[in-house]
């Protein structure tokens, strides 16, 4: 393979064709994942109190793994929120998952009481029962 130059992401920067094949498989490997956040949980995930990101195990989210990247956008605001996967935990349900994980983890301040239905305003029972559930334990990094 000959050496060709080329210019790097926009920058000044000439990097040989092997040094940018490599860094775009770098990049791969830390694929980022977005998804979307109504502003209460986007706010706590952004002040470090909401750690697990609470989602049906369907197709998009199967992609997911440990050490990958997610950016959450609020969705009214649509300010970006970066998080790096620490661990997946996989339910057969929200009710299995709510029955081990920590409310406040979860995004639950002391005074609310955790509720399983409170995922049925996202997704179907008829999807739940198909796909399972994924508790994302996540931390914030910055962009």
């Known amino acids: 393979m000959s050496k ?3 210019y790097g ?14 860094a775009v498989l770098e990049e791969k490997k830390q694929a980022d ?10 706010a706590a995930i952004q002040s470090g109190k909401k750690t697990l990101e609470l ?17 959450f956008t609020q969705t009214e605001t649509g300010e970006p929120l970066r998080a790096v996967v620490s661990d ?4 057969p349900d929200f009710e299995a998952m709510y029955a081990v994980e920590d409310p406040l983890a979860m995004g639950y301040t002391e005074d ?9 305003q996202y997704y179907e029972e008829k999807e739940i029962k ?8 996540i931390r914030r990094i910055d962009i």
């Not at 926009?10 to 490599?22: K, L, M, P, Q």
């Not at 994942?33 to 986007?42: D, G, I, S, T």
């Not at 989602?55 to 950016?71: A, C, H, P």
């Not at 198909?130 to 334990?137: F, P, V």
């Open 4 to 6: 060709k130059t080329v």
């Open 130 to 137: 198909k796909y399972g559930t994924l508790a994302i334990e």
């Open 55 to 71: 989602r049906l195990n369907d197709e998009k989210r199967q992609k997911i793994k440990i050490g990958d990247t997610i950016v």
């Open 112 to 120: 609310e009481t955790a509720d399983p239905q409170d995922m049925k």
């Open 33 to 42: 994942h977005v998804m979307k956040l109504k502003p209460a949980p986007f």
């Open 88 to 91: 997946i935990r996989k339910y």
């Open 9 to 22: 992401n926009g920058c000044d920067e000439i990097r040989s064709f092997e040094e940018t094949s490599e």
